[in-house]
C-alpha cells in the first residue's frame, strides 16, 4: 500500500489565494491578544504604540497566521473555517508535525491580508516499527495590499498508518 497516490501527488505546486474582504482592524488585534493571555499594551494602547516608534497599535506576531478572517471560508464539521487542502487517508492517524513561522514586520490593523497556501512537498517514509506514513509540507506566504511579504508560515502535518507496524 502506498499513502503518496498520485491525487495527492497532484496536490504538490497547488496553491490557493484568498485576500481578505477589509482591513484586519485594531479590534482584532486587541481581541487576539487578550484571548492569548498577552495584554501587551502595543495590541491596545495606540499612545503607547507611538511612544515605541510605531504608527499605532499592532498585531501579536501569529494572529495573521492564526486568523481566518482573510478566507471567508464555510465552518467544518470540527468547527474550523479556515483553509484545508481535505486530505483524508483512510487507515491513517493524521498528526501535528510542526510550524516555522517567519514574520518580515508587524502586522497593523489598516492591512488588506492575503495568504497564498501552497503545497511545497509530500513525501513517504517509513517509522521505526515499520508503519507507512506520508509527510505533507505546505507553506503560506501573508503579504498585504501593497503586496508586501508581512510573514510565511511552513506547517507539516504526518499521516501514520494504523495498519501493520504501526
Known sequence: MTLLTEEIRALVGRRRVYTAPEELGAAACRYFGLAVGDDNPLYSDPEYARA?????????????????????????????????????????????????????????????????????????KTTRSGAEMLIITSRAAYTDQHDELLAENEETIIFVSLGAGA
Open 52 to 124: 515605541q516608534g510605531l504608527a499605532g497599535v499592532t498585531a501579536p506576531p501569529t494572529l495573521i497566521c492564526e486568523t481566518n478572517q482573510y478566507a471567508g471560508l464555510p465552518m467544518g464539521p470540527d468547527g474550523d473555517a479556515g483553509h484545508n487542502w481535505g486530505i483524508e487517508i483512510p487507515g491513517t492517524r493524521k498528526v501535528r508535525g510542526g510550524n516555522s513561522y517567519v514574520f518580515h514586520r508587524r502586522i497593523r490593523p489598516d492591512d488588506v491580508v492575503t495568504a497564498t497556501w501552497e503545497i511545497k512537498d509530500a513525501t513517504e
